[in-house]
């Protein structure tokens, strides 16, 4: 089955400076992956999300990269301000025989931004 | 829209015993998916159910089911509850199954 690996853990950065979370994943028949962020305490909330169709994604000071070949994703904060601190969750479905599998997630970056 | 409803928010139960979670989606999402969050294992799909049919499931043991009924409504049962069940139970509602799936506040288990 497919299995997501996600790093750091943990990461702290500057208010200001740029933040990437990278995972990947095994199942080449993944064909969606989003993105969570979940504050202390809160439910996650998706904040982006990619199919298979397409490398890039933008909205505003988020980003997200799918490599296919190479079977990995990244997000990229720019800009990151105090209230970008929280849990990030990277997750990946696949489609099989025409029915959606699953979505199966990393187990999360706890990032921090120091004023 | 109201967003994905869950309750109760919190239980505190003693091993043994058994429990039901609920999760109302949000109105027309006829998907919903359960997962068990844990600070060691993350976020862990449990199971989904689309029209009332269970389409599919984790890896968790014959003690954790669930069900779905017409007015898409879901619940999960958890029998003979275990120290190791505690953890926050989270359901996700989507439109269809493809769709992006958006989180209820979750149910916090305590097994005591």
């Known amino acids: 089955g497919e299995n997501v690996e996600q790093h750091p853990s943990t990461l702290s950065v500057q208010e200001g400076d740029s933040a990437v979370i990278k995972c990947t994943y095994s199942d080449s028949a993944s064909n969606y992956f989003p993105w969570y962020k979940q504050e202390l305490g809160k439910r996650p909330q998706l904040i982006i999300d990619i199919r298979s169709n397409v490398g890039e994604k933008k909205d505003q000071r988020i980003a997200v990269t799918l490599n296919k070949t190479a079977k990995h994703f990244s997000l990229h904060i720019t800009e990151t301000q105090p209230e970008d601190s929280a849990v990030y969750f990277c997750?990946?479905?696949?489609?099989?025989?025409?029915?959606?599998?699953?979505?199966?997630f990393g187990k999360g970056t706890k990032l921090s931004v120091k004023p | 829209k109201a967003g994905v409803t869950q309750t109760p928010r919190y239980l505190i139960k003693t091993r043994g015993q058994q429990v039901t979670l609920s999760c109302s989606p949000i109105s027309g999402h006829r998907s919903v998916s359960w997962y068990q969050q844990t600070p060691g294992q993350g976020l862990q799909f449990l199971f989904e159910?689309?029209?009332?049919?269970?389409?599919n499931k984790g890896n968790f043991p014959g003690r954790f089911s669930g069900r779905q009924f017409s007015n898409s409504r879901s619940e999960m049962n958890v029998s003979t509850l275990e120290l190791g069940d505690s953890a926050l139970y989270l359901c996700?509602?989507?439109?269809?199954?493809?769709?992006?799936?958006?989180f209820g506040p979750g149910t916090r288990l305590t097994v005591l």
């Open positions: 996700a509602s989507s439109l269809l199954a493809r769709d992006e799936q958006f």
């Open positions: 159910y689309f029209s009332e049919t269970q389409r």
């Open positions: 997750a990946a479905r696949g489609s099989y025989g025409g029915s959606q599998g699953n979505l199966i």
